[in-house]
């Protein structure tokens, strides 16, 4: 089976930095996404990890350390409409279905 | 709008009756995967279907629930005798074969309830 843990909640004040974990456990993935979802939208993409490192695109960065079990989204230059929930998940080895955590929502301060 | 779109947005219902959702996946895409998301959850994976193949079924997908991709195009998701637990967001998703990245795009979602 799998397990995988994000913090419920977080805050943060506009034009900060934040920081969203993830660890999880697993026998085995492919690779580990990150996914925004605004309240009663659809998940969208921001970023995915195959091999351990960071990976950049734009304010949005993610990290994955396999060895560790962790990854974590850095959001950069908060801006109000970051407020959303933030899904971590991972690609199975087969057959490439998504295991989702929980989700962290993230609020956005003035 | 060449994203994958999904009908009914909302569909409210009686407990015990059949209800039917379809998702029309993004055209090029030969894999369509179904989720189920409550209020403060991710997204549970139900089932996928690579072309018209069912080719994984989740144990949440009990015995009152089917899905078809009869030609490996749109894809319907059944519920029969719907109970109040059944209420939830429905979520359809495609994406392209293959072994490495390949994102899944999401639908609008179905949000049932079931009174």
């Known amino acids: 089976g799998q397990n995988i843990d994000q913090p419920t909640e977080m805050t943060a004040t506009e034009g900060a930095i934040v920081q969203i974990n993830c660890t999880y456990q697993t026998s085995g993935f492919n690779g580990l996404f990150w996914y925004q979802q605004h309240a009663g939208e659809a998940p969208t993409f921001l970023s995915y990890n195959v091999l351990d490192g960071l990976e950049e695109k734009g304010r949005f960065s993610s990290f994955l350390s396999r060895s560790k079990g962790y990854s974590y989204l850095l959001l950069k230059e908060l801006q109000m409409k970051d407020s959303a929930s933030y899904l971590c998940?991972?690609?199975?080895?087969?057959?490439?279905?998504?295991?989702f955590g929980g989700g962290t929502r993230v609020l956005v301060k003035p | 709008d060449t994203g994958v779109s999904q009908n009914p947005r909302h569909k409210i219902t009686k407990r015990g009756q059949n209800v039917t959702f379809r998702c029309d996946p993004i055209?090029?895409?030969?894999?369509l995967y179904w989720y189920r998301q409550t209020l403060g959850q991710g997204p549970e994976f139900l089932t996928y279907?690579?072309?018209?193949?069912?080719?994984?079924k989740s144990r949440l997908l009990s015995d009152r629930f089917s899905a078809e991709r009869p030609k490996g195009s749109f894809s319907t998701l059944e519920i029969q005798r719907t109970e109040q637990g059944d209420s939830a967001m429905y979520l359809c998703?495609?994406?392209?074969?293959?072994?490495?990245?390949?994102?899944?795009?999401f639908g609008p979602g179905t949000r049932l309830t079931v009174l």
């Open positions: 279907f690579q072309n018209e193949a069912q080719l994984e």
């Open positions: 055209s090029e895409h030969n894999r």
């Open positions: 998703a495609s994406s392209t074969r293959g072994d490495s990245y390949n994102e899944q795009f």
């Open positions: 998940a991972l690609k199975q080895a087969a057959g490439n279905k998504l295991t």
